[in-house]
Each structure stands twice: as C-alpha cells, then as structure tokens.
C-alpha cells in the first residue's frame, strides 16, 4: 500500500523553528520527484517546495526562499523540511508528495502521492 505520513508539525512562536518529516512507503522514493505543500483556511494549496530525484535541482516558493529547506534521503526513504523563522502567515496544513514526472512545478494536479498532512501554527 502506497503511502506517505508527515510528522513533526506543531505550534512554535514567530521566529522559531521546525523540521517536518515525511516517510514513503509501498514505493521506492528514489523513483519520484518529491515536495512540500500547504493550504491554509479558505485558501488554495499552495507549492512550497520540490527536490529532484537526486536532489540537483531544488525549488522554493517565494515566500519562503532563505528560510525553508528541503532535503531527502533516499536510503531511508524520507524526506524533510527545514523551517526557520517562522512567521504567522506560514501557518497551514503542510502535505508532502510525490509524483513521476519530470520537473512537474507546483500544480497539484501533477502530483501522484500524497500525504495526509501536518498542522503547523505560528503564533504568540
């Protein structure tokens, strides 16, 4: 069964800092263009991030350039997002994906996988 569960979500100050954790299985991450997602209430969901098979090509939502990082590791079949100085705006579910296709962008159509999502709230 294919499958992807996030953790590591939660709620932290402005400022502050948090690493989610996405764990794929049923299938073999190596094989997948990989990201990170988030929608907000009453918002769409939106692309934060994405990372190549072999992690040579990396892409960051706007918003969130010089403070989120995103990595895998193939070996463990996981992957991960680094985020520091949170702002209140980046509260949202977080999801992450998967998807076969080359380059796919942020349109979440082109993506195959996905997990059911993490809560992360920032706020004083």
């Known amino acids: 069964q294919v499958q992807l569960v996030e953790s590591g979500g939660g709620l932290v100050q402005p400022g502050g800092s948090l690493k989610l954790s996405c764990s794929a299985s049923?299938?073999?991450?190596?094989?997948?263009?990989i990201g990170w997602f988030r929608q907000a209430p009453g918002e769409e969901r939106e692309g934060v991030s994405s990372?190549?098979?072999?992690?040579?090509?990396?892409y960051y939502a706007d918003s969130v350039k010089g403070r989120f990082t995103v990595s895998r590791d193939n070996t463990k079949n996981m992957m991960y997002l680094q985020m520091n100085s949170l702002k209140p705006e980046d509260t949202a579910v977080y999801y992450c994906?998967?998807?076969?296709?080359?380059?796919?962008?942020?349109?979440?159509?082109?993506?195959?996988?996905w997990g059911q999502g993490t809560q992360v709230t920032v706020s004083s």
């Open positions: 049923g299938f073999t991450l190596d094989n997948y263009y």
């Open positions: 990372i190549s098979r072999r992690g040579s090509r990396i």
């Open positions: 994906a998967a998807t076969p296709f080359e380059v796919p962008g942020f349109n979440p159509a082109r993506w195959r996988y």
